[in-house]
């Protein structure tokens, strides 16, 4: 037979793949449709195409496939979310409040599982005159659905939180509430569980079970720690082989959290501690493109692997057959856990309060107990439950589905008016500017030096040792060159001009200055007559010839052949054009290739080119002059602010560069010519890298 | 915090209470701690404070024991340095550092913001002339940096030059080419770090000062 039909042949993949598909195709879906999106969260919008699904493939009289199986969520939905928050986590205010987070943590949820579960119990008991298949329920069953429901869900709280733009304290305390109680619930589940075959707790169980806590949650950060520690130092030495940077990144961490669940500790905790631990090394040792490939990657697991665990939130609700409904049950769980919620927030808060600086507002614990959701993680730790020991297993399922979309759906609508209604501080947005890292780290210093002096040693004390104790030592194994000597606010800065000329390039051609003002480093300098500095002080003599001597032979070359060429009058001929350009180009990967061999990101040169363009001269003596790009822009006056001299250009030789005040009418074509530089700056193209290995400087 | 108890024997931490807001106990520690610096004399030199091993290891260790010399810092209307400092001034620095009461009023944080922000003005500004020029704030700069050797001093310049820029351009906005900006001025700096949070970040907590674990 010519063509044929074999399925089975590739069933699994093909059907992984079309979930995934689904899932992809119901994101765009719903930014193409502004208004839905407004109103309902995506997580709500992502349960309700589950649920049609499920629907539809039940209506088409198949069985519901057992997509939301714990293994495929445990050890494959869940990781890539994690790791993205845990890669991404801002390290500085999750430190701050560290302690306000392991209270709401470890406190909290201890304090949900105990109220929730027990009162249920309770609940369950009552009626005694009426025999209900509730009073079956034992304790320890309860206390270990109490602790499955307690714990606040990082996936549903990252869904709902991302949208409401909330600040940065409130964001990080709930969030990293939700990633720390893992270790909570892992331990408490598993107590629970032998406790429950067992039969019998005593005080040495109660004991033994606080211990294997501290197992749990330390353990956890220990594994992921080496395991970070191992991606850094890897990274150390992958310069030549630049492609397989990021693979690196996913592996370790992966084989973190598996290695952690290998041994019952908390998985998520040493997701997080791997990803924390190895990015500040990783990232001064991996390529600029190897950084965007970790994080759009990161970005699209971790996006698609949510909307798939909310889809299949949606088919297995579908799913009728592990359904039993019980009203009491359900409708006390609903009520418990909000009240369990509010009431723990309040009482912490008020014991933290008196610990913290910035003190919890009523407000913020409003939004702190409200933004409690919860998810998946609570269905599928109830899915995992053995039907032996717990033969109401399908009533907890149905009540933990139910609490799930009652936080999802109530509490994510709602969160956001609630937020605009009242006013909570929203996140601000403003770019970090090089005086507030600066005066950031005089604090840190000063703060230090004052608490040396009280004699009191502090939380900066401990921090500045830390600090200091990495520079020294960790550093240095980890990271590959001569970076590791670079201070913080040295790499900060580089950063940001980095950002600042990519910028410029983007908005080259727009003129659409980000500041309004027309503040230039002339403003700025003394007036006295300070002696011209050189502007390329930064590079050796040696390198300097170099570069001038490749500027000046391709300058000249093409300026002897374009004689008459004045920007003022002549259309450029569209040949000679793309022969400067093809020069010009040729000369940036050169000049890009030497930025990248010399480890000094001499701005100055970087500046030069920005400002770089053809100017006619009368004489033929081999000066380059050079002119700003965009006369408006105050940010292009940044970058090359060291080079601008007064007025007029000299005519010396010697002098090497020479900048130009702007002049104040260009024509259309050098514009032209500059966008059309601008663009083929802003990447020196795939040739580039292939370049850096070929040895430029003889 | 906590009711005002009385220490026998020292009636006059009654007023060094009203005058820099710390309570009893905080001020017998503090006075500890001054008495542990200056070897129970009653003045306190720059060389005890230099002498503080810990202190060793910071880069802006010349100016924080400035500052505590500098009499702009004791009242708003003094000027100049001193040699030596008694307990009571020693006092009036630390009260820079008090974190914010919950139960404040919207003047009275912007008091307590404009004191703190008062106090690292003081700090860059060493010529005592109310701006602070592009070679002061160099001078900050590479002080932070100092660690670095000669790849420092280079970026410091730049750095400071970038920063001096972005302060010219939201104070001031527009300036014709042959204008010169002066420095940045007091109001400038508040502008500048608006958005800093700094009563909050510029807090020591000083309710457990535990003076024996130190040298």
Known sequence: ??????????????????????????????????????????????????????????????????????????????????????????????????????????????????????????????????????????????????????????????????????????????????????????????????????????????????????????????????????????????SHMRVIEPLFVFVYSYMAYLSAEMFHLSGIMALIACGAVMKPYVEANISHKSHTTIKYFLKMWSSVSETLIFIFLGVATVDGKHHSWNWVFVTATVILCLVARVMGVVGLTYIINKFRIVK??????????????????????????????????????????????????????????????????????????????????????????????????????????????????????????????????????????????????????????????????????????????????????????????????????TRQRLHSYNRHTLVADPFEDGVILRKKNVMEKKVWILLNKTEIRNRQIFGFFFAYSMKPTADDVPTIHVDLASPQSPDSVNLVDELKKKSEPTSDADEGLVMRAPSQNRSEESDREQQKLMRCLSDPGPNADEDEDEPFLP | MGALQSIPGHPEYSDLSDKTGFSFEQISVLHKRFKQLSHNEDTLHRDDLSAIPDLSCNPIRAQIIEAFFDQRNFSPSEEGTVEEIRFEEFLVVMSHFRPPRHSMSEEQRESVRKDKLRFLFNMHDTDNDGTITLQEYRHVVEELLSRSGALGKETAKSIADAAMLEVASISVGHMEPDEFYEGITFEHFLKLLSGFDIEHKMSIRFLNVDTTLCK
């Open chain 1, 1 to 238: 037979p010519v063509l044929d039909l074999n399925y089975e042949h590739v069933q699994t993949p093909f059907e992984i793949s079309l979930w995934v598909l689904l899932a992809s195709l119901m994101k765009l879906g719903f930014h193409l449709i502004p208004r839905v999106s407004n109103i309902v969260p995506e997580s709500c919008l992502l349960i309700v195409v589950g649920l049609l699904v499920g629907g539809l493939i039940r209506l088409a009289g198949e069985e519901v496939p057992p997509v939301m199986n714990a293994e495929v969520f445990f050890l494959c939905l869940l990781p890539p979310i994690i790791l993205d928050a845990g890669y991404f986590l801002p390290i500085r205010p999750f430190m701050e409040n560290l302690g306000t987070i392991l209270m709401f943590a470890v406190v909290g949820t201890l304090w949900n599982a105990f109220f929730i579960g027990g009162l249920l119990f309770a609940v369950c008991q009552i009626n005694p005159g009426y025999p209900l298949e509730l009073h079956q329920l034992e304790l320890l069953p309860c206390l270990l659905f109490g602790s499955i429901i307690s714990a606040v869900d990082p996936v549903a709280v990252l869904a709902v939180f991302e949208e409401i733009h909330i600040n940065e304290l409130l964001h990080i305390l709930v969030f990293g509430e939700s990633l720390l109680n893992d270790a909570v619930t892992v331990v408490l589940y598993h107590l629970f569980e032998e406790y429950a075959g067992a039969g019998t707790v005593t005080v040495l169980d109660g004991f033994l079970g606080i211990m294997s806590f501290l197992v749990v949650a330390l353990g956890g950060v220990l594994v992921g720690a080496i395991y970070g520690l191992l991606a850094a130092f890897t990274s150390r030495f992958t």
């Open chain 1, 360 to 557: 919890l507002t009523t407000k913020d614990q409003f939004i702190i107990a409200y933004g409690g959701l919860r998810g998946a993680i609570a269905f599928s730790l109830g899915f995992l439950l053995d039907e032996v020991h717990f033969p109401k297993k399908d009533m907890f399922l149905t009540a933990i589905i139910t609490v799930i979309f009652f936080t999802v759906f109530v509490q994510g609508m709602t969160i956001k008016p609630l937020v605009e209604l009242l006013a909570v501080k929203k996140k601000q947005e403003a770019k970090r500017s090089i005086n507030e890292e600066i005066h950031t780290q005089f604090l840190d210093h000063l703060l230090t030096g004052i608490e040396d002096i009280c004699g009191h040693y502090g939380h900066h004390h401990w921090k500045d040792k830390l600090n200091r104790f990495n520079k020294k030592y960790v550093k240095r194994c980890l990271i590959a060159g001569d970076r590791c000597e670079e201070p913080q606010l040295i790499a900060f800065y580089h950063k940001m001009e980095m950002k600042q000329a990519i910028e410029l390039v983007e908005k080259g051609g727009a003129k659409m200055p980000a500041i309004p003002s027309t503040v230039s480093m002339q403003n700025i300098q003394p007036k006295k007559a300070v002696p011209q500095e050189r502007m390329l002080g930064q590079l050796s003599k040696g390198k300097e010839e170099e570069i001038r001597n490749i500027l000046r032979t391709n300058l000249q070359r």
